[in-house]
């Protein structure tokens, strides 16, 4: 008996842990945006390469996350974007297996462009953590019973920005981590995964931000970095407790990431971090002020750095020194981050265009594929195949087989 | 060789009795577990009660949901957030495997007005999700429903019936079908939609009467706001307001004038009236003359930091600059008291020289929480 009860959780939990290629949160599980998938079609259109669709019962940016057999995804609805929605439907077939509604507590307001769920789910494998513009932070298990429910700007009423908020949560060992920076109430906190409780929180500029935090690189134990118009702050992901501070002006909109042991943030075009020799801010590698990354958050593939900018122009930099290498001019303009798979690039701009370039071949343009509708969200990518995301729908672009 | 079978006897078991003890079994335990959840509070207090309660609650059987919903009424927005998602699972669950729930439990609850709109509201989705005509037999009657969404599906559904008789050419129908969800609409969309169609049938209608924003102002400023001192700062408007006074303000003396705007959604722009001020404090005084005392709520749309008086008391106070400016941006609960009741709105504009940080602008209106407007005693209609 005892051997059972080893081996059934093991059974159960199995699919969300054996599988490498889920897509855990904005922009991947490792946040680099990279798949390893070589497989996605690289031409579709409504009728050709297209899975599924499913229809949203509200609007809203967030990108969809993959855990196992399902996609999950967020977003609002009603007349002040009051209600909230998260959803699960079915890998294989498109079919909602669950749907969950909430009723924001916090503020609503927001540019009409966008809506109260700009910002990405994330999962630890286990359960989903939904945050909205509203800053109501839902907690469900996969199977979309309810871990907990938060609205820090319930407990935090001046805590709001009225054009809209798209910082999205991190999972870190048991730990939802969010950014919730405005100018009113503004923090990074760090809540309790299995109780909803606060373990953290520290101050943060009041200034409006968009960015979501991620992980410092080179660090024994997890480090969350938070970046605003001031710059960043970096604060162990267990305890809150700050490690260091890095003064620069940055963007709001691009989030940080890490890639090859060094930290890229949008300050003064790109900057490259390297961790501190000691326990300090990290070091500057190099800046490149000629590389705008506008609204998208770059993507690294070995030693080369894309950047494309909100007029859509796609720029690919060195990695080693900023050195801008080539640049190709793409139609529309950019909300989502690109994400890459293989050797292509995957570049969505707001009217539904994919543009799939070749980063082998100086960014040849491989297609350009469109789908009607606005176009904000990231882009996922798991077991080869494509989940885009408008305003209204989500879909799945996979090779027919 | 017998040893595998009790073993999964023995589990089997383990699993019904668990079963069996963690699914609610009556009226009292299920209103204790939604106690429970009412007792959630800020920073996570409550939670671990209130999760072990979920877990429970959401097994409840689908014959259960009419014990649970009253769970709603009085609930805070957190605790009524733990019962929802208890109510969806166990509706999602009885609806896919029978395909139906308790209809008239539903319907009772959307019948009784008392009852919390989210509650009500929840219950009618259930219904139209299963019974879609069932929408054609409530609708008619919920166009003055306190709940707002299902007030909101109504005047859609007027507004359906207005354009296929202005399809047919009866246009006085059309208008009086129109004017109907006119009077019933709350939701900006709707009546900015309405005004359009009225508007086309050559109709005018008066916004801020139907909205109530005070479109009487008494203006003063610039004072100084350098550096964003002006937030904190107390100018002598906030001591007290005397119409006649002139008093020392950023640069020069300056006074105050009165000012009427013909702006159909009350909006000031003190770029107009006052001159272009960076960095600088203007306040607006209006009066408002209420027949009895009432509780009303007073809603600020404002791009700029500003703070709300009633009668001397601070109702709002909002350091924010630039994040858009919205219908009922900011809300405040006041109370009117009978006669002459003194507004003061003081609206400060900061030194950002980007384009679009360059407005300085305020609306405000008198309503109730429903949004219907509170008119003053002056005005045609008012209370």
Redesign the interface.
Known sequence: ?IS?LRVVPLVVIMPSICCGTDWLRFRGSENDARSSSSSLPTHWDAETNVAWKAELPGRGPSSPIVVGDHVYVTCSS???DERLHVLCFAVDTGEEV??????A?GRT???PTTANAPPTPASDGERIVAFFSSN?L?CLDLQ????????LA??WP?AG???GMSSSPIIVDNVAIVQVQ???DSFGAG??LQ????RWRVPLART?SWSSPTLAPGEVRPVVIFQSVEGLLACNAATGAERWRYEASCESITSPFSSGGRLYIASDGMTALTPSQGNGSPDVAWGANQLNPGAATPVVADDRLFVVNRAGVLTCASTAEGKILWRKRLSGSFWASPVLAGQHLFLVNDSGTTHVVDITAEGTVVSENQLDGRFQATPAVADDALYLRSEHALWKIASQR | MFRPFI?WF??AWACVVLGLLTQPCCADNVSSLVDQLRS?D???GG??Q??SA??TL?QSDADQLGDILPGLDGAG??A???I???M??IA?REWKRSGTLPLVTLEAHIEDRSRDP?GRRWAYEWLVRLQPDAADRWLPNLLDDPS??LR?DAVARVLVTARELEGEGKKAGAISAFNRAFRAAR????VQLIVDELKALDVEVDLPKHFGFLVDWYLIGPFDSTGGVGFDATYPPEESVELGAKLPGKSDDVSWSAHVTDDSFGAIDLNTKLGKHKGSVAYAYTEFIASEPRDVQLRLGCINANKVWLNGELLTA????H??M?LD?YRAKAQLRAGSNAILVKVCQNEQTESWAQRWSFQLRVCDAQGTAVLPVTAPGGN
């Open positions: 008996m059972l009603g007349a002040s669950w749907h969950r509604q909430f009723w507590t307001f927001g540019h109501d839902v979309g019973n309810l871990g907990w429910y938060r609205g319930h407990d001046k920005n009225d054009v405005n100018q009113g809540i309790d109780d909803g409780t606060t409006a | 073993c023995q589990i959630v800020v920073n996570g939670h671990t209130a999760i979920w877990q959401a927005p957190l009524a957030n733990w929802r998602a208890a969806d699972t999602e989210r707002l969404e909101r939701d900006l969309d709707q909002n350091d924010v600059y994040a858009g919205e941006q």
